[in-house]
């Protein structure tokens, strides 16, 4: 184990790969804590600069531009000035050298004689040590960026802000492109960091071009970090329910954009949670109520002098910025009295525009001083007048345009290429659109990020590009002058292409997670490239295959509106290109169907594409989407109502899956345990799927969901139904909460989804009135959220049935195990009708015959007993045709209600023996309660009570769970009454 090393305030632990500064780690990057390191461990010699590149870089063809970059970060967190060398000098021609005592070992401890060591003594090698694993055990509190350089004439801006967040929830720091907003913004972050405990986030919100879309920047940015999955459509919502209880400060960057959106979702934030605070950067205010705004001006610099010394002009801010990034560029820089008021006029003509005097110092080496500021004259003269606007937004155009003159054409060719990136990017895809080697890309973008022409990062990955908004902006400009976008953009859809297919090789292979990770970023450029391939028919078949590629992203992130979008559209150019009957058309139509039922509804033309790509599966011998298409047109059927047809296509599926996949037999048993619960076998259904709940369905790899829905989530969902019905509700209550907790868990929209609508009855179901809204609430929201149509229905109909049974208790009548009001209001009956037609409008029949006895149940309950009977008759004939005999015995036992309302009592006990028979032959035991409760209620009426106490008695009997649902309780009270 190497000794740790301590020097000033700073402990260096080369085990564990930390540096403290006073107990607190410091951020900084791996390859400036190697070059620390190697100084470190040889203070007082000088240290070659091919001996550093050696050792950070082994084997690796680096410049001399990595070291310095690296150097720069290295001595900004040492604290090591320009004009000061505490601890790290050069030695111009030679290297380095570290000129700082250092201890080592016990040396670094203090003296056990000492009494009592001073407050600045540096700790020992064990308080470090325990530092660091402190440090090293606490969660992760923030995403900020490391800290990369000091921040000049800012401190009392900085304070102030700190001040205004203490009063206000919501601080805009506003002020011109390129000013520095975003270097305060996070100077105010790392100092408030501590007071906020559920950390400080940055959301880069520059990434965005439509407004619309910044709910869901904003959850994906923090969706990791408190545990909301956020892969789709209009996460706000649940984004605020995430935050509602948190103590956060989000710093929302780049918001002028998207102003009115980033406004309107700010807005929500605050009204909806108490702990979390804004800091907003933006070129003009929010304008939200309560809002304190901060304007930064530029930085200050020293008045027009001819008298000007250096030790004058140092005082000021933006001197200070530029002495310093000239002295990074080249270290012999020297500020003279004769060079001061130079660079004064160069600070001033900038507007003390941080950005545009960062690109003029590392200019430096290649003019002088005076050189530069006639550049810049005859830049400015060139462009007078090229743009409207405030005059600070002319002098950063000029000053990008005057940078980007000084470019070599290798790096400017670089630049204008690396511009089509929605996003970040790595060096493999620089050097893919740049159509250069990885050598020439990794060393164009070194160089591009010393100029401050990218940003960069490093992760586990590796090293991350991304280009400022403004410099992105600039960039495609100058690529579209150059007549380059249309190649470059081309290469960008290969490249984006390639890449998804590779994550598609490898997505059985990686765990979720990290294939999420890897692959996840890849969506706003796959939607660029998508938008212009699809302008430029020459460019049909790369769309096409693009959007083949794209099917899986889609799929993973619950995309399916916008997969069901592109597939549409990419099924209109198959013929055209060329591509009819190909394993193309085979995975476009076969998800084309499945986004159509989900979207759309279930009608012929998602149906039709389903069978197109199974045929065209089965003519390539492509098992697995054979099997994909089979399961596709076995849940169309099963749910358009057509139950045996769709349990022959699934018993086809289980014949193929064991020939040639019996890792997805699960897949195919689940779905016809829904096929055995909507045909009214529902102790075979439960066996089913309890057995499938015991194994282990989970899939290798990231097949976490390789279907439509993960199969754990969906045979729970199922389970939780069939237990009700079988007369294990509080098992059912149970399974219902577990499987909510796995479907929020697991983030996939689509299971999700089938979790809510599935759970809406159960509850309903139960008297678990509460439960039944919240869950109707969250399938409305998500369902509106996603676009899934075909949940639309459900959720509108419990909204209904629920307005329907919260009026007056019933009484002993008709419909007693009902849990209907005898006053029916109009607007439930309509919310009924309007949900129902819903359903039929979307082609979805299954569960139709208990919609309707509903339906029928409130008209009863209104006194409108013609049109209750005649939705009765319906439900009736529709529960025949499909054979829906899971919920007869409830559509018989409403029936047996309505007749008795219009005073035939034999029929009426008929009809509920007849409901009590199915009930006990398929396995409904909770239909039987009901049915039995309503005939011992009629009987109470006609005397016959001991009667009426066996019969509940032994209906009572059968049950050993659910006494505190409501029908138990119903029946359990009448039992009562009865004696």
Excluded at 5 to 17: E, H, I, K, W
Excluded at 737 to 751: K, T
Aim: net charge neutral.
């Amino acid at each position: 184990m190497s000794a740790p090393l301590a020097f000033g305030p700073f402990v260096l632990l080369p085990d564990r790969q930390v540096l403290l500064h006073d107990d607190q780690p410091v951020r900084i990057g791996g390859r400036a804590l190697e070059i620390l390191l190697l100084l470190v461990q040889r203070p007082g010699d000088v240290v070659s600069k091919r001996e550093l590149i050696e050792r950070v870089w082994p084997g690796a063809a680096v410049g001399d531009g990595n070291l310095k970059v690296n150097m720069t970060v290295l001595r900004r967190a040492l604290g090591d000035g320009p004009n000061a060398s505490r601890y790290i000098a050069t030695v111009t021609g030679r290297g380095y050298r570290f000129v700082a005592p250092v201890q080592a070992g016990e040396a670094a401890l203090p003296s056990p004689a000492t009494a009592s060591p001073p407050a600045t003594a540096s700790p020992g090698p064990d308080a470090a040590v325990a530092a660091a694993a402190r440090a090293a055990a606490a969660p992760r509190r923030d995403n900020l960026p490391t800290r990369g350089s000091r921040v000049f004439g800012r401190t009392d801006t900085i304070a102030a802000i700190r001040k205004d967040l203490d009063r206000s929830r919501l601080v805009s720091l506003v002020g011109a492109g390129g000013i520095g907003k975003t270097t305060v913004a996070l100077a105010v972050a790392e100092q408030v960091r501590d007071s906020f405990s559920h950390g400080v986030w940055l959301i880069d919100l520059a990434l965005l071009k439509d407004g619309a879309l910044v709910p869901d920047a904003m959850a994906t940015a923090i969706a990791t970090t408190i545990g909301l999955k956020a892969h789709s459509m209009n996460m706000l919502a649940p984004l605020c329910e995430s935050l509602r209880d948190r103590s956060m400060l989000l710093v929302l960057d780049n918001c002028e954009h998207v102003i009115a959106a980033a406004a309107a979702c700010v807005n929500r934030i605050l009204a909806e949670t108490t702990g979390v605070r804004l800091l907003v950067t933006s070129r003009e205010p929010l304008l939200v109520r309560g809002e304190r705004v901060r304007r930064l001006p530029g930085l200050a610099a020293p008045a027009a002098s001819d008298h000007l010394s250096a030790a004058q002009s140092l005082a000021f801010p933006a001197i200070q910025l530029f002495v310093e990034r000239a002295t990074e560029r080249m270290e012999s820089f020297a500020l003279s009295d004769g060079d001061a008021p130079r660079v004064a006029e160069i600070c001033r003509r900038l507007d003390g525009l941080a950005l545009a005097i960062e690109f003029a110092a590392t200019r430096v080496d290649a003019f002088s001083v005076g050189g530069l500021l006639r550049q810049l004259d005859d830049r400015f003269s060139l462009l007078q007048g090229r743009r409207a606007g405030p005059e600070r937004q002319r002098t950063l155009t000029a000053t990008l345009d005057w940078s980007y003159g000084l470019l070599s054409e290798a790096e400017s060719a670089l630049l204008r290429a690396v511009s089509v990136f929605a996003g970040g990017f790595d060096g493999e895809g620089a050097a893919a659109v740049a159509g250069v080697s990885p050598e020439a890309a990794a060393e164009g973008l070194s160089h591009l990020a010393a100029k401050s022409l990218l940003a960069s990062h490093r992760d586990a990955s590796g090293v991350g590009y991304r280009l400022l908004e403004t410099t992105r902006r600039y960039a495609t400009a100058r690529l579209r002058a150059a007549g380059e976008e249309a190649d470059i953009r081309q290469r960008h859809a290969r490249q984006v292409c390639a890449t998804l297919e590779r994550a598609g090789d490898e997505w059985a292979k990686r765990p979720a997670g990290e294939w999420t990770a890897a692959y996840g970023g890849v969506i706003d450029d796959l939607r660029g490239a998508l938008d212009w391939t699809g302008a430029d028919p020459a460019q049909r078949s790369l769309r096409i295959r693009l959007t083949v590629a794209g099917l899986l992203l889609w799929n993973h992130f619950s995309l399916t509106a916008e997969c069901r979008r592109h597939a549409s559209a990419a099924v209109e150019e198959l013929e055209a290109a060329g591509l009819t009957g190909t394993a193309f058309e085979m995975k476009l139509k076969l998800w084309l169907g499945g986004s159509l039922m989900f979207t759309a509804g279930l009608h012929p033309q998602a149906m039709a594409a389903s069978r197109r790509a199974l045929a065209i599966a089965q003519q390539l011998g492509d098992s697995d989407h054979h099997l994909r298409c089979l399961i596709m047109i076995g849940i169309h059927q099963l749910f358009t109502g057509a139950h045996r047809e769709g349990l022959r296509t699934l018993e086809a599926f289980i014949s193929v899956a064991a020939r040639s996949d019996v890792s997805v037999l699960p897949e195919g048993e689940v779905h016809v345990g829904i096929g055995e619960l909507f045909l009214g076998r529902i102790d075979s259904a439960r066996r089913r799927l309890e057995n499938l709940q015991r194994r282990d369905l989970r899939y290798f790899g990231s097949y976490v969901v390789r279907y439509l829905s993960d199969p754990v989530i969906l045979v729970r969902s199922v389970l939780s139904q069939v237990q009700w019905l079988n007369g294990s509700a509080d098992a059912a209550l149970r399974t219902a909460e577990v499987v909510q907790g796995n479907a929020r868990s697991l983030g996939h929209e689509l299971s999700l989804n089938n979790v809510l609508s599935y759970l809406c009855p159960v509850y309903f179901w139960s008297g678990a009135y509460e439960r039944c809204e919240q869950c109707v609430a969250l399938l409305e929201e998500h369902v509106t959220r996603n676009g899934l149509v075909a949940r639309r229905p459900v959720a509108r109909f419990f909204r209904a049935a629920l307005l329907h049974v919260r009026g007056d208790p019933p009484g002993d009548g008709a419909g007693v195990a009902s849990g209907a009001a005898p006053g029916a209001s109009t607007a439930a009956i309509d919310g009924l009708r309007a949900a129902i037609e819903d359903f039929r409008a979307i082609n979805h029949h299954a569960r139709m015959p208990y919609y309707l006895s509903v339906l029928a149940q409130a008209l009863a309950d209104r006194g409108r007993l013609d049109e209750a009977l005649a939705t009765l008759m319906s439900a009736r004939e529709v529960a025949s045709a499909n054979e829906e005999g899971w919920c007869l015995p409830e559509v018989l036992r409403v029936h047996a209600a309505v007749e008795q309302a219009r005073g035939d009592v034999d029929a009426a006990e008929r009809l509920l023996r007849e409901s009590m028979a199915m009930s006990s032959a398929n396995g409904t035991l909770a239909w039987r309660l009901r049915a039995a409760t309503d005939l011992a209620a009629l009987w109470r009426t006609t005397s016959r009570i001991e009667e009426a106490r066996v019969l509940l008695q032994g209906a009572l009997g059968e049950f050993s769970e659910g006494f505190g649902t409501r029908d138990l309780r119903v029946a359990a009270g009448l039992l009562y009454a009865l004696g």
